[in-house]
């Protein structure tokens, strides 16, 4: 059995470290040699209308951890005036993440701070860009607010794919 031990640090071109170890689909690293889910490729630039669907591709298919990385390149490519939307849509996607790998406090404290991002952002005037920021808000605060109380009565965490959010707003 390969589990890693005495492998040199994996690194990309430029020297950061990158883990190559395969990982599940809410990002937990799996033994060297299992069976992973595919990563996000990074640095993806898309039209926010494509971060929006990838996201809820992702969210849908119960693989928060890779939304939450759709979110990151929309921040760090997209203009400097959107990062709010963008940072909170992450934080949103990570803490479901955490919450569905029965992280509860540290889940909850995401979802809430997620959602005031993005709140922030949309009463500050930023284009939306057909997010339902209300529905998000309450989903988030909802999410938080019983994770909290299932973490104390010892219940299962809640299943990434069930609790997936709709970004936008019905067409």
Do not use: C
């Not at 190559?20 to 040699?33: E, H, I, K, N, T």
């Not at 540290?106 to 057909?130: S, W």
């Not at 909802?142 to 794919?161: F, I, S």
């Amino acid at each position: 059995m390969d589990t890693g031990a005495g492998r040199a640090r994996d690194r990309d071109a430029e020297g950061r470290a990158r883990s190559a170890r395969p990982r599940d689909g809410l990002g937990r690293p799996l033994p060297y040699g299992a069976e992973g889910v595919p990563r996000q490729p990074e640095g993806v630039v898309r039209e926010p209308a494509g971060t929006v669907r990838e996201a809820q591709r992702l969210l849908d298919a119960g693989m928060p951890f890779h939304a939450h990385e759709v979110f990151e390149d929309a921040w760090k490519s997209g203009p400097e005036g959107e990062r709010e939307l963008w940072q909170g849509l992450a934080q949103l996607a990570v803490g479901l993440t955490h919450a569905a790998r029965g992280n509860a406090a540290g889940g909850a404290r995401l979802l809430r701070r997620g959602a005031g991002r993005v709140a922030g952002y949309a009463a500050g005037g930023g284009e939306a860009y057909g997010i339902d920021v209300g529905g998000l808000v309450g989903w988030a605060e909802g999410l938080a607010a019983r994770v909290e109380r299932g973490a104390g009565e010892g219940a299962a965490p809640p299943d990434a794919g069930a609790e997936a959010p709709r970004l936008a707003l019905p067409e």
